[in-house]
């Protein structure tokens, strides 16, 4: 792979083809331009790209491009929004829609955004892109087809609708009885302008001058990309669709597939922290420092690693640098960040799970009797006071659980679901009420 554009509803692949020999790939979403220079792209030309529903490309892929020297170049699209961010580090932007953004005369998102088909159907525009219709009521009132009062109703009634609206048929509905109207539908079947399209080929026409030798990109001194967490993600994540298991890694899950049990609930687990990951892609979520040293602490204590040889030789056996090993957990605090957000949603998949494992019926019957039991030892039922905090505490993790009590006790009370400290502390109130006065097992028993 040399040369890779991302078009879609903008262009066609043929169209682009016949400008020079590419591979022509979907709109670009979030790793996508870094995955074309990961695979050898030596030009890369951004067009279309996803706005909604998608991640959209990140600025730090395309800066990550042209540090690796390769030539990125923009237009119509997201390409012509990237590029007006972006041409001071090296990205070549071209056509009038680029030089728009770049100038400040356009700065909404919208302006470019297009409502399509799927794949399946080629991408095909089902709306109107908003810089289209300024260049098509700019040509109509150039040619005395629209006067200047006619034509900026025409723009405010096109910028008022959503993106995926603007329509002509739906935008001159609200016109239908100006004398004008009949005379101006009539005059888009020929007059119509494709602004997107037409930039798209002044940037093919500039990248086929650079790969033809006659002119290469904008000079500029490529910044050299900070290795963020995020960014870290991001990479380790599209570094992993490609990754072939060495032997000894297939070895290791050839070994836990032969225990069915030990592998429905590893995977079971590995599915949810790449949804996690996926949620946290999407919305742009970071781990900040702290909670990653606490990630670290939590798992070399569980590990018993409290040396540095001790975990040096963990690295070695586990096959991680210190890099891995911090990116591996920065990955398992996001995740953990992503599921407590979650906590409100996660009701009725709870209960679902607890009836496929077998265990409603067992936890159902407990709080029946709990229910029973308690109402007559709580008369009125009272606070948890300041003073009883802290031996309802030490009671419940190292008694009932047998573990100690978390450093960082919020983050234990997201992890289960808890909305507060006070809901918290009248759970294991009422908990330990029950289990003192009925003698009963501890929760941590009989679990599967």
Known sequence: MTTVVFAGPTIRAEEVQAYFEATVLPPAGQGDIYRAARQGAKAIGLIDGYFQGVPSVWHKEILWALEQGIAVFGSASMGALRAA????????????????????????????????????????????????IRATVARAQGEAVLEADQAAAVLNAAKARFYQHRVWELILADFQAAPWCEGFRTWLKSGRVDAKRDDAREMLAVMAAYLNGERGPLPATPLKVERTLAWQTLVRRIEAEAYLLQAE?????????????????????????????????????????????????????????????????????NGLSAADYEGWLGEAALAGTVAGSLNGQLAPHLLAELRQAGDYTRLKSRAASKERYLPAQEQPAKPVTEQERLPLTLWYFEELLQRDVPDRLDDYLEAIGCRSRDEFYELIRREFMYHQGRNTRPVSEGRT
């Open 85 to 132: 961010e972006l041409s001071a580090f090296g990205m070549v932007g071209a056509g009038s829609i680029y030089e728009a953004y770049a100038s400040g005369a356009l700065i909404d998102d919208d302006e470019v955004a297009v409502l399509h088909s799927p794949a399946e159907l080629g991408f095909a525009p089902l709306s109107e892109p908003m810089v289209s």
């Open 249 to 317: 890694d297939r070895r290791v899950l050839d070994e836990l597939r032969l225990d069915p049990d030990h592998y429905e609930g590893v995977r079971t687990r590995a599915m949810l922290r790449h949804l996690a990951l996926q949620e946290a892609g999407k919305s742009g979520r970071t781990v900040k420092r702290e909670a990653l040293a606490a990630q670290m602490s939590a798992h070399r204590k569980a590990l018993g690693l409290f040396s540095s040889r001790s975990l040096r030789k963990w690295l070695d056996d």
